[in-house]
Every structure is written in C-alpha cells, then in structure tokens.
T-cell receptor, first 117, second 115 residues
C-alpha cells in the first residue's frame, strides 16, 4: 500500500482479555518497528524487526507483550491479559533497511488506539 | 544512554508569529536528528532531518540546525499558520550506540496557532 496500515484503529477491551494489533508496512520495507505512545508521554520503543534477523525485543515492557512478523511483511503485536496501564496508542513504523544507521526515513502508521476498561 | 529533552508545551501562538521549539539531546555516538509532526487524528510524519553537525534540515517553512557544540536541534518557523497546529516530536537515532536501530523521542510539544 501507499503507507503503513494498522488495524484496528480503535479497540476497547476488558481487563484480562488478550488483544492483537496488526501492521502492514510499506511494500519493500525490510525494517518494522512498534512504538507505544501513552497519554501525555513521548514515544516508547517496543520492538524492531529487520529482515530475517532476530528481532530486537529490548523495549517490550513485560512478558505479556509479544510480536511476530510473518513472511517479512505483516506484523502482529499481541498483548495478553491486558491491564489498564496498557491503554495507549500503539504505533507501527517501517523503513528501507535500518532507519537509524543508514539515515533511512522511518514512516509511521496512524496507530491503534487501545483502551482497557 | 541516549535521551532527548524537548521544550514543554503547550505552546499557543497567533497566526504569523515566530516559532521556536527547543530540543537538546544526549548521545554516546554520532546521532542523526529528526523532527516529526503529528496532526490531529493522524500518524507521525517526518518533518525534517539532519544527519551531521552543522546540517540544516528544512521543510514547509520549518528549519532546524544540528548544533554539536550545544547538542541542540531547535525547530523554528518564521510565520506560523493555523494549519501548523499539531504535536511536534524531536528524535534522534545514534549510529554508534545500540539505539541505531530505532529512534529515541522527546516527549512532544503541543502547538496551537490561533487565527
């Protein structure tokens, strides 16, 4: 597609339920990132995928969070046993190669707004 | 570790006023610096970037100069418009440290421009 596509755009879930958030990166982009933006906060890095390399999971806040990327394209972020503090906007981004090291621009999706009640 | 400190908001200006949003950074290596903008209801968009000292990034009338001596990357615009109302994020990506794979963001500055 023309840009990074995320779904659902909005999700309200009950505490304790599992949720899955989907990201479809820009075609041809090998790097994919997940960030979290909590109310009034900056962006928090969660996880990074680059090609077939092992993902950088250093930003995942707990073992309730996991992500996978199938076929080097679409990615799913899963949050198990959701808590109210998980409420945030989850942003996916993609870039050609490594955005930071090579200076490639990182393009963001519009985000998935998650509310845990 | 790497960090970005951004001018706290919210900032409210009248149309055609001069804008400065301060940004300073701490990095162990040689970072690239970015300004991202988030318009209401939209995703983050890259506004401008600079990849080495003394570079000036510019776009849509906005400018920022990479100042290594003051570790700063302040965003400026000579005459703001109502359509510039958005949240602005300063960010860095450090090519030497472990953060080379991703961006470190400031906390964002909400700008409101009144007609």
């Amino acid at each position: 597609g023309a840009g990074v596509s995320q779904s659902p755009s909005n999700k309200v879930t009950e505490k304790g339920k599992d949720v899955e958030l989907r990201c479809d990166p820009i075609s041809g982009h090998t790097a994919l990132y997940w960030y979290r933006q909590s109310l009034g906060q900056g962006l928090e890095f969660l996880i990074y995928f680059q090609g077939n390399s092992a993902p950088d999971k250093s930003g995942l806040p707990s073992d309730r969070f996991s992500a996978e990327r199938t076929g080097g394209s679409v990615s799913t972020l899963t949050i198990q046993r959701t808590q109210q503090e998980d409420s945030a906007v989850y942003l996916c981004a993609s870039s050609l190669g490594s955005g930071g090291r090579s200076g490639n621009t990182i393009y963001f999706g519009e985000g998935s707004w998650l509310t845990v009640v | 570790g790497d960090s970005v400190t951004q001018m706290e908001g919210p900032v409210t200006l009248s149309e055609e006023a001069f804008l400065t949003i301060n940004c300073t950074y701490t990095a162990t290596g040689y970072p690239s610096l970015f300004w991202y903008v988030q318009y209401p209801g939209e995703g983050l968009q890259l506004l401008l970037k600079a990849t080495k000292a003394d570079d000036k990034g510019s776009n849509k009338g906005f400018e920022a100069t990479y100042r290594k001596e003051t570790t700063s990357f302040h965003l400026e615009k000579g005459s703001v418009q109502v359509s510039d109302s958005a949240v602005y994020f300063c960010a860095l990506s450090d090519r030497r440290s472990g953060s080379a794979r991703q961006l470190t963001f400031g906390s964002g500055t909400q700008l409101t421009v009144l007609p």
